[in-house]
């Protein structure tokens, strides 16, 4: 509680200094004051746009405020200064693909892919990802594999078959052979 003070009267002496003002915000945000921590995280953001810390700390502050918008926004430009940071591109992914932009929520999981290649819940969302956006070919070939992996899933049989049928297949050209190999 003597935090947040403590860190006000260092910033009215010193003037804006980016470490104060976040972590003035990141104390707002244990303190359960969202609003507040957005505010000053943002004028951090201002006087430092490359801080990382401030950025991931906004994308908490946007995630406890139910704000997926500015939480695209806050993942969007933390990504852009850490491009290899895999949780974060994984979270944009999945908050893309809740939003139905799968173009690019497969473009993010397609990030992902090289460095957890085995992880069949990515596999599943870049499928369905595929499969939203109209790539259905690439999507069955996904959806074959998934299957393949786990054969008694009635709810990718049915994947299978929706993209084959979007691709001009029909859903009897899925093999015996991948069936009976079930």
Partial sequence: QATIPALQEQI???????ALMGALGREYLRADLPELARGWLERTMK??????RALLDLIGVERRLADPERELAACAQY??????DSRVRREYAGLLFRR??????????????????????????????YR?????????????DLLRENPSSEELLQELAFALTAS???????????????
């Fill in 132 to 144: 939203g956006s109209r790539r259905n070919a690439e999507a069955v070939l996904l959806f074959r």
């Fill in 100 to 129: 139905k932009d799968y173009a690019r929520a497969a473009g993010e999981i397609e990030q992902l892919l090289p460095r957890q290649p085995r992880n069949a819940s990515l596999r599943r969302m870049l499928a369905r990802s």
């Fill in 79 to 84: 990504l852009r200064l850490r491009p290899q």
């Fill in 12 to 18: 009215r002496r010193h003037g804006p200094d980016p």
């Fill in 47 to 52: 006087a430092d746009p490359a801080n990382q």
């Fill in 168 to 182: 001009g297949s029909q859903p009897s050209g899925i093999p015996e052979a991948d069936i009976a190999d079930s």
